[in-house]
């Protein structure tokens, strides 16, 4: 299989505090990767360094995506070559419908491949059609984006969003944080049905329970910036029982 | 945080009108006096009456000073340094008609208003204004047959005089201020409309200014009287060349709407602003406003800025009929080193009167953006409500936002509401925007045509989608 992401000795820092001390991981086409470690290990730092978040330096290393330099490419347009990020804490931003946020998305992304923007009821459609796979209220589409919605409405719109976008290599950031068990149900099987063969995630979580539900393929654990063991699926049941101690008297 | 990196870069933002057109233009000579206003009053072929109000108003103008209780820093104006005339028609010395150059045609093809009906955006009449002149004026004979006056103010004081006389200075009156006396002196063209009892203008009615030649200043003055059950909706468009040097404009706008009569004004208003230095632009200090005369008469004015230097206006609605209705919907967007210190008044002095105000600031750059108004209430005006709402936006950490609501309150049975927000656009939103593939310029228009919204719902539909575009090219540059 085909390398879609490699990051090779990946150093970053917020404020002048190196965070990421060294990450190298390597994401092929269809696979599905979990993140998981303590709080304050790095993980969100990774998710927003490869989506480019202009608060984040990278000091040394390199991430190769689709075989191109990643931290060459501007934000919209690492988002345009199919990256996509599911945030921890979705913005909001009041006045702008879910639709028009969309229209503007999906068109920008198709005149990046130089297509014509979408016509308004093939637009529509596409709406219906990703709403239902992810089970979002129609009334919420027609709101501002994010503008007093719950936390589990919130989730359900990132995935929506996804569903609309159709991303390569998503990266899921704490996705179930702040989800009770069937708000987490819903966004897992939304996920779980955008899943096709030449697609891959990032999934990042703290806990275990989310991963009940989205099956990886290869876990790996960081700590302190650095990723430090990486094995099947089978750690995660390690973790549960033995919790993070063990890793942090480890390194 | 890098929130200023991402904002602060206030480049030149693009100003797609700032094009000079070469128009033989007839210019009198710069200076204000009595002999000038003479002058002027000649060149327009004026009763004695009209000359008279001119030279009363720039004896009372000679007593007073500039205003400088607004938020804005304006640099002394010399009046002696201005032409207050400047006509681009040229007289065909044969038949005295007055010929249009089509070179002026071009020009207001260039603007989007095509001065051929049928050229003409659906629906729409356009009485066409450049520099001191009125160049145009389209569908006149239709709407004349369902008994509408739509002309040029100059052909207006012709035409209809007594109109002219009984409704001229009825609701501004040339000691109102300092600008509205000195227009009183100077005017020169505008539109006059009078829509009959009981008609219900069938078209949009439009004007729209046009500053070409240097030097001048344009000096226009609308007069709209809405007769008993009538309905009209007006349109105002305004642009000029970019040039170095400041231009004055001060205009004055009248509406008297009788029992029942309903007038919508909308304005979208893009003088030049200056370049991003500052250098440059438009002083737009107009005087507006409307008598709600009539009993369940309704005035609403919307408007949305981006143009000018600096703004002084504050279009106001005197409710003098029981249960009449004033609205006053505004988005002002401010970038570089623009000023605006814009509102409304709202007097209420008939009983059941209410009155809605919705503004939306926006501010970019080094730029200062203040919202003024005042809500009156009189002993007599029983029962009279008022809903405020006066929201700024801002765009960086340079530039200043402001609100000074007055209210003056004599009727304990008035119900009085304001609300007031103050927002940034934040770099998280941006980024947000950014993950999901929209650019930083895209995202801040989509934001800020968000926030304003509620004020271009109002604007018939063209003007809603030229502002909406228009919001959008004001701020480009504005992020770097």
Same mark, same amino acid.
């Given at each position: 299989?085909?390398?879609?992401?490699?990051?090779?000795?990946?150093?970053?820092?917020?404020?002048?505090?190196?965070?990421?001390?060294?990450?190298?991981?390597?994401?092929?086409?269809?696979?599905?990767?979990?993140?998981?470690?303590?709080?304050?290990?790095?993980?969100?730092?990774?998710?927003?360094?490869?989506?480019?978040?202009?608060?984040?330096?990278?000091?040394?290393?390199?991430?190769?995506?689709?075989?191109?330099?990643?931290?060459?490419?501007?934000?919209?347009?690492?988002?345009?070559?199919?990256?996509?990020?599911?945030?921890?804490?979705?913005?909001?931003?009041?006045?702008?419908?879910?639709?028009?946020?969309?229209?503007?998305?999906?068109?920008?992304?198709?005149?990046?491949?130089?297509?014509?923007?979408?016509?308004?009821?093939?637009?529509?459609?596409?709406?219906?059609?990703?709403?239902?796979?992810?089970?979002?209220?129609?009334?919420?589409?027609?709101?501002?984006?994010?503008?007093?919605?719950?936390?589990?409405?919130?989730?359900?719109?990132?995935?929506?969003?996804?569903?609309?976008?159709?991303?390569?290599?998503?990266?899921?950031?704490?996705?179930?944080?702040?989800?009770?068990?069937?708000?987490?149900?819903?966004?897992?099987?939304?996920?779980?049905?955008?899943?096709?063969?030449?697609?891959?995630?990032?999934?990042?979580?703290?806990?275990?329970?989310?991963?009940?539900?989205?099956?990886?393929?290869?876990?790996?654990?960081?700590?302190?910036?650095?990723?430090?063991?990486?094995?099947?699926?089978?750690?995660?049941?390690?973790?549960?029982?033995?919790?993070?101690?063990?890793?942090?008297?480890?390194? | 945080?890098?929130? /200023?990196?991402?904002? @602060?870069?206030?480049? &030149? $933002?693009?100003? #797609?009108?700032?094009?000079?057109?070469?128009?033989?233009? !007839?210019?009198?000579?710069?200076?204000?006096?009595?002999?000038?206003?003479?002058?002027?009053?000649?060149?327009?072929?004026?009763?004695?009456?009209?000359?008279?109000?001119?030279?009363?108003?720039?004896?009372?103008?000679?007593?007073?000073?500039?205003?400088?209780?607004?938020?804005?820093?304006?640099?002394?104006?010399?009046?002696?340094?201005?032409?207050?005339?400047? /006509?681009?028609?040229? @007289?065909?010395?044969? &038949? $005295?008609?007055? #010929?249009?150059?089509?070179?002026?045609?071009?020009?207001? !093809?260039?603007?989007?208003?095509?001065?051929?009906?049928?050229?003409?955006?659906?629906?729409?009449?356009?009485?066409?204004?450049?520099?001191?002149?009125?160049?145009?004026?389209?569908?006149?004979?239709?709407?004349?047959?369902?008994?509408?006056?739509?002309?040029?103010?100059?052909?207006?004081?012709?035409?209809?005089?007594?109109?002219?006389?009984?409704?001229?200075?009825?609701?501004?009156?040339?000691?109102?201020?300092?600008?509205?006396?000195?227009?009183?002196?100077?005017?020169?063209?505008?539109?006059?409309?009078?829509?009959?009892?009981?008609?219900?203008?069938?078209?949009?009615?439009?004007?729209?200014?046009?500053?070409?030649?240097?030097?001048?200043?344009?000096?226009?003055?609308?007069?709209?009287?809405?007769?008993?059950?009538?309905?009209?909706?007006?349109?105002?468009?305004?642009?000029?060349?970019?040039?170095?040097?400041?231009?004055?404009?001060?205009?004055?706008?009248?509406?008297?709407?009788?029992?029942?009569?309903?007038?919508?004004?909308?304005?979208?208003?893009?003088?030049?602003?200056?370049?991003?230095?500052?250098?440059?632009?438009?002083?737009?200090?107009?005087?507006?406003?409307?008598?709600?005369?009539?009993?369940?008469?309704?005035?609403?004015?919307?408007?949305?800025?981006?143009?000018?230097?600096?703004?002084?206006?504050?279009?106001?609605?005197?409710?003098?009929?029981?249960?009449?209705?004033?609205?006053?919907?505004?988005?002002?967007?401010?970038?570089?080193?623009?000023?605006?210190?814009?509102?409304?008044?709202?007097?209420?002095?008939?009983?059941?009167?209410?009155?809605?105000?919705?503004?939306?600031?926006?501010?970019?750059?080094?730029?200062?953006?203040?919202?003024?108004?005042?809500?009156?209430?009189?002993?007599?005006?029983?029962?009279?409500?008022?809903?405020?709402?006066?929201?700024?936006?801002?765009?960086?950490?340079?530039?200043?936002?402001?609100?000074?609501?007055?209210?003056?309150?004599?009727?304990?049975?008035?119900?009085?509401?304001?609300?007031?927000?103050?927002?940034?656009?934040?770099?998280?939103?941006?980024?947000?925007?950014?993950?999901?593939?929209?650019?930083?310029?895209?995202?801040?228009?989509?934001?800020?045509?968000?926030?304003?919204?509620?004020?271009?719902?109002?604007?018939?539909?063209?003007?809603?989608?030229?502002?909406?575009?228009?919001?959008?090219?004001?701020?480009?540059?504005?992020?770097?």
């Amino acid at each position: 299989m085909e390398n879609l992401l490699e990051i090779k000795n990946l150093h970053a820092t917020i404020d002048g505090k190196e965070i990421l001390k060294g990450i190298n991981l390597t994401v092929k086409a269809g696979e599905v990767h979990a993140i998981m470690g303590p709080n304050g290990s790095g993980k969100s730092t990774l998710s927003n360094v490869l989506v480019g978040h202009p608060a984040y330096t990278v000091t040394e290393g390199e991430i190769i995506y689709k075989g191109k330099n990643l931290l060459e490419l501007a934000p919209e347009d690492r988002s345009h070559e199919g990256l996509f990020l599911s945030f921890q804490y979705p913005v909001e931003i009041p006045g702008v419908s879910i639709t028009n946020f969309m229209r503007a998305a999906v068109n920008a992304k198709r005149q990046y491949q130089g297509q014509e923007p979408m016509n308004a009821t093939e637009f529509l459609k596409m709406m219906r059609e990703k709403r239902a796979m992810v089970n979002l209220d129609s009334k919420l589409a027609n709101r501002s984006v994010n503008e007093g919605f719950s936390g589990g409405e919130k989730k359900r719109n990132e995935i929506f969003q996804m569903a609309m976008l159709e991303p390569t290599l998503s990266i899921l950031d704490e996705t179930d944080s702040g989800l009770d068990i069937d708000a987490l149900r819903i966004v897992a099987e939304g996920v779980n049905k955008l899943k096709r063969d030449d697609t891959s995630s990032i999934v990042i979580t703290h806990y275990q329970r989310l991963l009940d539900y989205i099956k990886p393929d290869i876990v790996h654990i960081l700590y302190n910036g650095r990723i430090v063991k990486t094995a099947g699926p089978e750690l995660v049941m390690e973790l549960e029982e033995r919790g993070y101690d063990w890793i942090k008297n480890e390194n | 945080m890098k929130k /200023d990196n991402i904002l @602060k870069k206030l480049a &030149n $933002k693009a100003y #797609e009108f700032g094009f000079v057109s070469k128009i033989k233009t !007839e210019i009198i000579e710069q200076g204000l006096n009595e002999d000038i206003i003479r002058l002027i009053s000649k060149k327009k072929n004026e009763p004695e009456w009209l000359l008279e109000f001119r030279l009363e108003s720039y004896r009372y103008w000679q007593t007073l000073e500039m205003p400088e209780w607004a938020h804005l820093s304006i640099p002394p104006i010399d009046y002696q340094a201005i032409s207050y005339y400047a /006509d681009p028609l040229k @007289k065909n010395k044969e &038949n $005295k008609n007055k #010929e249009i150059d089509p070179e002026l045609m071009k020009t207001f !093809e260039k603007l989007g208003i095509p001065l051929e009906e049928r050229l003409a955006l659906s629906g729409t009449a356009v009485d066409a204004v450049m520099d001191s002149v009125s160049v145009k004026t389209t569908f006149k004979e239709e709407l004349r047959e369902k008994g509408i006056i739509f002309c040029s103010m100059s052909e207006a004081v012709q035409e209809y005089p007594d109109l002219v006389r009984k409704h001229l200075g009825s609701v501004v009156n040339y000691r109102d201020n300092f600008f509205a006396a000195l227009n009183s002196a100077v005017f020169s063209d505008g539109s006059f409309v009078y829509i009959p009892k009981g008609v219900r203008c069938p078209m949009e009615l439009s004007t729209y200014f046009r500053i070409n030649a240097a030097n001048t200043g344009q000096f226009e003055r609308t007069l709209i009287v809405a007769d008993d059950d009538s309905y009209v909706s007006y349109l105002e468009g305004c642009t000029a060349p970019m040039r170095d040097e400041n231009q004055l404009h001060a205009a004055i706008v009248e509406i008297v709407v009788n029992d029942n009569a309903e007038v919508k004004y909308s304005t979208v208003q893009n003088w030049y602003p200056g370049d991003a230095e500052g250098k440059g632009g438009v002083y737009n200090f107009v005087t507006k406003r409307g008598d709600c005369r009539g009993r369940g008469s309704k005035l609403s004015w919307t408007q949305v800025e981006t143009g000018s230097a600096i703004t002084w206006k504050y279009p106001s609605c005197i409710l003098r009929g029981d249960n009449s209705q004033g609205e006053f919907y505004s988005v002002a967007l401010t970038n570089n080193y623009q000023q605006a210190d814009t509102g409304t008044k709202m007097i209420h002095l008939g009983k059941n009167t209410r009155s809605t105000i919705i503004s939306k600031g926006i501010s970019a750059g080094k730029s200062q953006n203040s919202y003024r108004g005042l809500v009156r209430v009189s002993k007599n005006a029983d029962g009279a409500r008022n809903y405020s709402q006066c929201d700024s936006l801002l765009l960086g950490s340079e530039c200043g936002a402001h609100t000074f609501p007055y209210m003056d309150i004599h009727n304990n049975s008035a119900v009085i509401e304001h609300e007031a927000t103050t927002s940034k656009i934040s770099e998280e939103q941006l980024f947000y925007c950014n993950q999901r593939g929209i650019g930083t310029e895209e995202a801040i228009g989509l934001i800020v045509n968000g926030y304003a919204k509620e004020v271009l719902n109002k604007l018939p539909m063209e003007f809603a989608i030229e502002a909406q575009k228009l919001l959008s090219v004001s701020l480009e540059g504005a992020v770097g």
